[in-house]
């Protein structure tokens, strides 16, 4: 079946460091993929996504392109910030003939940033 | 404000009790998701739902239980708590299709003693 895996965590970054999360998968077809931030005491948000094969995703800094050939979408940022601290999760969505958009997640990492 | 709410955002129960966890939207999104939040699991899908009186079973359905009179909202029963239904729920809801995003609540964490 379709599944997500994401590279373990904690990782600790000192500010202004360069970031990678690393998330491969595992789907029949086509899936849509997205990374989803999650802050402390919140609910998850979307950070970005990518629908297609060499689609790259970016928001507030942050990217990711879909790597078909590696089945990978791995997330990156130039420089990191304190505020950037948070759980960030890799998740696909399987173009199934229902299409309901339904998620499958990786198991998250978190990421803390000190000053 | 439109969004998506959950109630309460804490609960604290018993082993055996019975408690419905609350989800409302305010978008008219279609489609609505349960999932729940367990260290090194990330987000499992419980049930959905693609509009009113449509349900479906997601990963890890046992033990719950869903309605969907209106559409705005989502409520899941656990009719019989056990320890092991110990998480954070979310809830969330989409337009449907699968390019596009789901809009998550805060999360209601549960505990079960």
């Known amino acids: 079946g379709n599944s997500v895996t994401q590279m373990e965590g904690p990782v600790t970054l000192s500010e202004e460091a360069f970031l990678t999360i690393n998330c491969t998968y595992t789907a029949t077809g086509y899936p849509s993929l997205f990374w989803y931030v999650q802050y402390p005491g919140e609910g998850l948000q979307l950070l970005l996504k990518a629908t297609k094969a060499d689609d790259k995703g970016s928001n507030k800094g942050f990217e990711a392109t879909y790597r078909k050939e590696t089945t990978s979408f791995h997330l990156e940022k130039g420089s990191v910030q304190v505020s950037d601290s948070a759980v960030y999760f890799c998740?696909?969505?399987?173009?199934?003939?229902?299409?309901?958009?339904?998620?499958?997640f990786g198991q998250g990492t978190t990421l803390q940033v000190k000053p | 404000d439109a969004g998506i709410t959950q109630s309460p955002r804490y609960k604290i129960t018993e082993t055996g009790r019975q408690v419905t966890l609350m989800c409302h939207q305010t978008?008219?999104?279609?489609?609505m998701f349960w999932y729940r939040q367990d260290l090194g699991h990330g987000l499992r899908l419980i049930y959905y739902?693609?509009?009113?009186?449509?349900?479906d079973k997601g990963e890890v359905p046992d033990g719950y239980v869903v309605s969907r009179s209106k559409t705005e909202n989502f409520p899941l029963t656990l009719e019989s708590a056990t320890r092991s239904q110990t998480s954070v729920y979310f809830c969330a809801s989409s337009v449907g299709g699968s390019n596009q995003p789901q809009h998550f609540g805060d999360g209601t964490r549960l505990s079960i003693l």
């Open positions: 978008w008219s999104h279609s489609y």
């Open positions: 739902s693609a509009a009113a009186d449509i349900t």
């Open positions: 998740a696909l969505s399987d173009q199934g003939s229902s299409n309901t958009g339904k998620l499958i």
